[in-house]
């Protein structure tokens, strides 16, 4: 029972054009989410989250949106660099999970110079 | 200021045998979690503990696994026995706190595990 989708196992995009990767979640007790992304060999890095009280919050190139009746969220990365080429992770927590994070099964996104 | 250091990096064990994965928290932190990436999919949850607390294993398989954070030292976290399917990467991550406040978990590089 797969808590949290990420439908979209890899992404290719142009240098510079905007990277959205999503995010389907199916518990409605989750109220904390996060972005990771991760290079090969190396451990998750966190990128952004976001509270379950706002809708977006936005750092720097990247931007995250949150939709709570449609259970969706998605990270805006604009514009795209090569460097952003990885494996980007959707997590989600409740509050009485504080710090344990369910994960999506990722999406691979590929930044084309 | 070094973070989540876990060693080995790579393990390679024959079935069958023991494997023994340490993760040193940032220092100061108390709290430290353990998940599991298996090929193809995203990090699972398996274990929390503070020191010489076990706070949370829903996510640890019943059999073969355990984790200890003693007073000094390192986390550990051993797999008895070990089989092909428990081939994957141990990732580790440490906080300050169980609360989730405003800082997110900080995750190590983790540890492959592969066996033969």
């Known amino acids: 029972d797969q808590q949290v989708k990420q439908n979209s196992p890899s992404l290719s995009v142009q240098e510079g054009r905007i990277s959205i990767l999503n995010c389907d979640y199916t518990n409605s007790m989750f109220d904390y989410f996060l972005w990771y992304k991760k290079y090969p060999a190396e451990g998750p890095t966190f990128l952004i989250s976001?509270?379950?009280?706002?809708d977006k919050n936005e750092d720097g190139r990247f931007t995250v949106f949150l939709n709570k009746s449609a259970k969706h969220l998605s990270l805006h990365i604009v514009p795209s660099q090569p460097g952003d080429s990885a494996v980007y992770f959707c997590a989600a927590s409740g509050l009485g999970s504080a710090r344990q994070l369910t994960f999506g099964s990722g999406t691979q996104l590929t930044v084309l110079p | 200021n070094a973070g989540v250091m876990q060693n080995p990096r790579h393990l390679v064990r024959r079935r069958g045998q023991e494997a023994r994965l340490r993760c040193s928290p940032v220092?100061?932190?108390?709290?430290v979690y353990w998940y599991r990436q298996l090929p193809e999919e995203g990090l699972k949850f398996m274990v929390y503990l503070q020191k010489e607390n076990i706070i949370d294993e829903s996510g640890m398989p019943k059999e073969r696994f355990s984790a200890e954070f003693p007073k000094e030292g390192p986390s550990i976290l051993r797999i008895q026995q070990v089989v092909r399917g428990d081939s994957a990467a141990y990732f580790c991550?440490?906080?300050?706190?169980?609360?989730?406040?405003?800082?997110?978990?900080?995750f190590g590089n983790g540890t492959r595990l592969t066996v033969t």
């Open positions: 220092k100061g932190h108390s709290h």
């Open positions: 976001i509270s379950s009280i706002k």
């Open positions: 991550a440490s906080s300050p706190s169980g609360d989730r406040g405003n800082s997110p978990l900080h």
